[in-house]
């Protein structure tokens, strides 16, 4: 578990960099998708699920 979150903060870091600086290509492609990668083995995996479906649900209501 130590090593997923280490990774997750890892590619976090380099996505959101990469993100800011707009800089698009495969590697961050590459990035963004290992980002989800570990990011779904961790615990944040349901509360995500959750926002987003609640994000969903919420649309049809504006």
Not at 9 to 32: D, P, W
Not at 50 to 55: C, G, R, S
Request: hydrophobic share 60%; charged share 5%; proline share 3%.
């Amino acid at each position: 578990m130590a090593i997923t979150v280490s990774l997750v903060f890892l590619f976090g870091l380099v996505l959101f960099f990469l993100l800011r600086s707009k800089t698009l290509g495969a590697g961050s492609a590459f990035i963004a998708v290992m980002f989800g990668f570990f990011l779904a083995t961790t615990g944040a995996s349901g509360p995500i699920n959750e926002l987003t479906t609640a994000v969903i649900n919420a649309i049809p209501n504006l």
